[in-house]
């Protein structure tokens, strides 16, 4: 997809994402996700989770880290309740930061971490929602480059609960929902610099094409100096 146009989207969607339990009603917790164009969401009686994109394109911050950004709603559906919004990872990140649409501008909220069963939870808690009305929340985060447990792609967890139960006792009640999204780092090829005397290449975000070259032409060629440092030391 075209970065322009990709920018005019995000502008368009305005982020969401959400928690979703309610006492006495969800048996069994449910989680998944169902990817339709660039979108995944999830949905039970209680609300609709979805995140855009589905997977986060990684902005290369380097030599500390990759930062993503993703686009989180949430419809609640049930009854009016305060509920926490979590965003669950296998591993620690370097940053993060919660954004909350408010109708005109992007309200960072208060964002808490915490630890339960080796699995990292940053969530945003006693935040009130009413039935039948649509959230809008903006997720930043960084992965640290430099530790021994980054990787360059892989899924976090959107989770949903509420804020009467800790994650311990909605994990065991089965009181949440939870939606899987997705990271991942590529280069942008829009960035590189062209020698390109025939103009023979051709830049998007993830791909460099070169047409019509032959062996008696001059030398044509893209490039980035990443500079010194920027895959480590040794």
């Not at 005019?8 to 305005?14: E, G, M, T």
């Not at 609709?48 to 950004?69: E, F, Q, W």
């Not at 006693?126 to 809008?136: A, I, K, S």
Request: charged letters at 15%; aromatic letters at 16%; proline letters at 3%.
């Amino acid at each position: 997809m075209d970065k322009q146009i990709l920018i005019i989207i995000l502008l368009l969607f305005n982020s969401l994402l959400v928690f979703i339990p309610i006492d006495n009603v969800l048996a069994d917790g449910e989680s998944g996700g169902n990817i339709v164009g660039d979108t995944i969401y999830w949905e039970n009686a209680y609300a609709n989770l979805s995140v855009y994109p589905h997977t986060a394109i990684g902005v290369d911050n380097r030599p500390t880290c990759m930062s993503h950004t993703q686009l989180a709603n949430i419809t609640w559906k049930a009854a009016d309740n305060s509920i926490d919004v979590a965003f669950r990872f296998n591993d620690s990140l370097h940053s993060g930061h919660i954004w909350l649409w408010n109708g005109a501008t992007w309200q960072t909220v208060t964002m808490e971490h915490t630890t339960y069963n080796n699995q990292h939870y940053y969530y945003y808690t006693g935040f009130n929602v009413v039935q039948d009305t649509t959230y809008h929340f903006k997720w930043y985060y960084n992965f640290s480059i430099n530790k021994d447990t980054y990787k360059p792609n892989g899924k976090w967890d959107l989770m949903a609960k509420l804020s009467s139960e800790s994650i311990q006792e909605a994990l065991s009640s089965g009181h949440y929902i939870i939606l899987d999204p997705f990271w991942g780092d590529y280069v942008d090829f829009t960035t590189f610099t062209e020698v390109d005397t025939d103009n023979e290449w051709e830049e998007t975000s993830t791909r460099a094409t070169v047409s019509g070259a032959d062996r008696n032409e001059p030398l044509n060629y893209v490039y980035k100096d990443y500079g010194v440092g920027y895959f480590g030391t040794t």
